[in-house]
């Protein structure tokens, strides 16, 4: 799957935070709902204009971001 496909920035929508693409939905709020337990199916009731790829493409965001972080340890 291609994130870029379905997740975009732009710094006129939600001052460039990343969003699903076609919506102004942020990807950290879909990873937080998640977190908290919601479900896709709860997630697509609650925002009808997403489907269930965009959430996959929110979560793989999220993990292809955090392969980019280096992590130091502390001496």
């Known amino acids: 799957?291609?994130?870029a496909d379905y997740?975009?920035?732009d710094p006129d929508?939600?001052?460039g935070k990343?969003?699903?693409k076609g919506t102004r939905i942020?990807?950290?709020l879909i990873l937080e709902?998640?977190?908290a337990g919601e479900t896709f199916e709860q997630l697509l009731k609650a925002y009808p204009s997403i489907f269930h790829e965009m959430i996959q493409a929110c979560l793989l965001y999220a993990a292809d971001n955090l392969k980019n972080i280096?992590?130091?340890k502390a001496a």
């Open 1 to 3: 799957m291609n994130t």
């Open 7 to 9: 997740i975009t920035t």
């Open 13 to 15: 929508i939600l001052f």
């Open 18 to 20: 990343p969003v699903i």
């Open 26 to 28: 942020p990807v950290d």
């Open 33 to 35: 709902k998640l977190a």
């Open 70 to 72: 280096i992590v130091h």
